[in-house]
């Protein structure tokens, strides 16, 4: 695991038990060489943890909409059908 990697995921780790989630929300760009990652890294990230990871990916051009739309409502972009 690389540096940059491993303080990412302590940082998640740390958020994580402040929150208590019961659940990890990842938005992330698709396609195989994005999304990818981001769906094994997680089911990872579930088995070790006990944490549930639910990935959710987004074409490029409706991704800054979705992370915006998270923020202002305060919960995930429903997945798209």
Same mark, same amino acid.
């Given at each position: 695991?690389?540096?940059?990697?491993?303080?990412?995921? /302590?940082? *998640?780790?740390?958020?994580?038990?402040?929150?208590?989630?019961? %659940? @990890?929300?990842?938005?992330?760009?698709? $396609?195989?060489?994005?999304?990818?990652?981001?769906?094994?890294?997680?089911?990872?990230?579930?088995?070790? /943890?006990? *944490?549930?990871?639910?990935?959710?990916?987004?074409?490029?051009? %409706? @991704?800054?909409?979705?992370?915006?739309? $998270?923020?202002?409502?305060?919960?995930?972009?429903?997945?798209?059908?």
């Amino acid at each position: 695991m690389s540096p940059v990697t491993a303080r990412l995921v /302590t940082i *998640v780790i740390l958020a994580l038990s402040l929150t208590r989630a019961e %659940a @990890l929300e990842v938005l992330t760009r698709d $396609g195989g060489p994005i999304a990818g990652p981001a769906i094994a890294h997680g089911a990872e990230f579930a088995r070790e /943890t006990g *944490v549930a990871v639910h990935v959710t990916p987004r074409p490029f051009d %409706a @991704l800054y909409g979705a992370v915006m739309m $998270g923020f202002v409502t305060g919960s995930p972009p429903p997945p798209m059908c």
